[in-house]
């Protein structure tokens, strides 16, 4: 999935996928001079990896979190990457099934975020592609919630004093590509949606979020 991770990012920013330069986490803590050659960073992630599991790869990866956040890159973190970006910057982060997302669901924008610069381009009520079985339960003490779902209350923050956004859910995904990823891990319908796969691709909802992260290009 890492080759369909950096051309939905790169569909959703209109850009060339040659502008984006990946660095695998698992590799270890990028330098403060490597992170600084770039103009923003987008952190995604992997459905076989878990903050909340960790693994020897985990604190170099928080590490370079806080790394992001000392120097002020502009970043913008989605699902793996928001809870990593929590658990680096002193929130929690926990495995809970009861929690657990898949598919597109509503999210609603709380009053920080409808004023939002960034997150106040959405609709107060907009339907967002999820898939996560950990969740932030509770943010950094820099962080402003920006949004929250039925079952998740922290969807998405804003860092009180930094160009740094997080999101639970995908908006560098739509329909198309959200199906896409669920069908590199089937194992995770059954176990979050208790549905077989064609049925949870019919329940599917159009979604389209892109504006999120070209309003977040433009704001640097």
């Not at 990896?49 to 604190?59: F, I, K, N």
């Not at 658990?87 to 924008?109: H, P, Q, Y």
């Not at 907009?126 to 922290?154: W, Y």
């Amino acid at each position: 999935m890492l080759g369909q991770e950096v051309d939905c990012f790169s569909d959703s920013l209109k850009s060339d996928p040659a502008q984006i330069t990946v660095f695998d986490l698992l590799s270890g803590c990028p330098t403060a001079d490597y992170l600084s050659r770039f103009d923003a960073v987008l952190l995604g992630g992997s459905g076989d990896y878990s903050v909340a599991e960790g693994g020897d790869w985990l604190p170099p990866a928080l590490q370079a979190m806080r790394e992001l956040y000392d120097l002020g890159i502009p970043t913008f973190a989605s699902c793996w990457g928001f809870q990593a970006m929590a658990a680096a910057l002193g929130g929690e982060v926990v495995t809970d099934m009861s929690r657990a997302e898949l598919g597109t669901v509503e999210v609603f924008l709380t009053d920080q975020g409808k004023s939002d610069p960034l997150f106040g381009c959405l609709e107060q009520c907009f339907l967002a592609p999820v898939g996560h079985q950990d969740c932030v339960i509770e943010l950094p003490p820099t962080a402003i919630r920006m949004a929250s779902s039925h079952k998740v209350m922290n969807q998405a923050f804003k860092i009180a004093d930094k160009p740094i956004y997080g999101t639970q859910f995908h908006p560098e995904l739509n329909r198309f590509s959200l199906i896409e990823r669920v069908k590199a891990y089937p194992q995770y319908v059954e176990a979050i949606t208790g549905e077989p796969l064609d049925v949870f691709v019919e329940k599917c909802g159009v979604t389209d979020l892109h504006k999120l992260l070209q309003r977040f290009v433009q704001s640097i």
